[in-house]
């Protein structure tokens, strides 16, 4: 599977700062989530990276 940098394409420059790639973790399961500046894991299921992992559509949450 690939990680959320790989899909988005970040730069090194975000990446290497970010919780989720440093700890090997996807970022919905870091406690400071380094795309939402709200931090509010519900966003997630925007994601489009959060719903082709899990097979998600909009309309099944």
């Known amino acids: 599977m690939k990680k959320c940098y790989d899909v ?5 420059s975000h990446y290497l700062r970010c ?3 440093t700890s090997g ?4 399961d ?3 989530i380094p795309c939402c ?3 509010d894991k519900e966003r997630c ?6 719903q082709e992992v ?3 559509t909009k309309k099944e949450f």
């Not at 973790?25 to 919905?28: E, G, I, L, S």
Request: aromatic fraction near 14%; charged fraction near 30%; include cysteine.
């Open 8 to 12: 988005r394409g970040c730069p090194a």
């Open 54 to 56: 899990f097979g998600l």
């Open 30 to 32: 870091v406690t400071d």
């Open 45 to 50: 299921k925007e994601c489009n990276i959060y």
């Open 37 to 39: 500046k709200r931090n």
């Open 25 to 28: 973790k996807d970022c919905w």
């Open 19 to 21: 919780a989720a790639y």
